[in-house]
């Protein structure tokens, strides 16, 4: 099993950035492709961006391509989601997840373990 903690949140004003952080421990995040979900309030948890396990394919919602970068270091055992040009409709509960299963998921009920959450509120 893995533990996924989140950092980085934050308050920024629009068209600002931030760089969201996942810290794994009980298992190295090599065994799992990774991704970050947002949940926004009144709305479902929706898919921002995924990580195959070597890194070597991304993919992300068309709402965040272009301004959204993931990325991950398997030696230090993290991953990471920087965010540019933030909008405030990216304000949400930011969560990072693990995925056991081969290949890469894009929606949130195949994920096996989640993070506590990061807050990110963009204002404008």
């Known amino acids: 099993q893995v533990q996924l903690v989140e950092s980085g949140g934050g308050l920024v004003l629009a068209g600002g950035s931030l760089r969201l952080s996942c810290a794994a421990s009980g298992r190295a995040i090599s065994n799992y492709a990774m991704g970050w979900f947002r949940q926004a309030p009144g709305k479902e948890r929706e898919f921002v961006a995924a990580i195959s396990r070597s890194g070597g394919y991304t993919y992300y919602a068309d709402s965040v391509k272009g301004r959204f970068t993931i990325s991950r270091d398997n030696a230090k055992n993290t991953v990471c989601l920087q965010m540019n040009s933030l909008k405030p409709e990216d304000t949400a509960v930011y969560y990072c997840?693990?995925?056991?299963?081969?290949?890469?998921?894009?929606?949130?009920?195949?994920?096996?373990?989640w993070g506590q959450g990061t807050q990110v509120t963009v204002s404008s």
């Open positions: 997840a693990a995925d056991r299963r081969v290949g890469v998921q894009l929606t949130p009920e195949a994920y096996d373990y």
